[in-house]
């Protein structure tokens, strides 16, 4: 009982026999952009809604790096490992694995990968339950 995702699809093409070692996790790439040269969000009407900041960087860090988080104190301290959004503030928001962390600053953040447009997820299998797994950033 194989489960249907694109990667065990592409691997039972053809004529085969047997399929070996099909839990492996899979590395799952998804196209996220490079941001927008636009600096003002428009209505549906055409007016004005929103401002976007002058520069795309922010202390060296941009919105879609991989970034580490070690946070020595506080509410959120911990190890946060995911994409970042930044702001003009310098206070960052890390996408992780178990959701969003909001307000980290750039002073505990290091770099991982810097952004090159795609986003990186490796999909877990569950073996139990025969379904196709989750998405795990």
């Known amino acids: 009982n194989i489960p249907k995702t694109h990667a065990l699809d592409a691997a039972c093409v053809g ?3 047997k399929l070996h070692d099909w839990t492996v996790p899979t590395l799952t790439i998804k196209a996220m952009g490079r941001g927008s040269y636009q600096r003002t969000r428009l209505t549906k009407y055409g007016f004005p809604r929103g401002f976007l900041m002058r520069q795309k960087q922010v202390h060296g860090f941009q919105t879609g790096d991989m970034v580490r988080a070690i ?3 506080g ?3 911990g190890t946060h490992t995911g994409r970042v959004a930044i702001r ?3 206070s960052f ?3 992780a694995e178990y959701g969003a962390v909001q307000g980290i600053s750039h002073k505990y953040c290091t770099f991982i990968q810097r952004s090159d ?3 990186y997820y490796v999909t877990l299998f569950s073996n139990l339950t025969g379904e196709a ?3 795990v950033a």
């Open 88 to 90: 003009k503030t310098g």
């Open 117 to 119: 447009g795609y986003g």
């Open 133 to 135: 797994g989750r998405a």
């Open 15 to 17: 004529a085969f026999g």
């Open 71 to 73: 946070v020595p104190t």
């Open 75 to 77: 509410k959120k301290a």
């Open 93 to 95: 928001n890390i996408q």
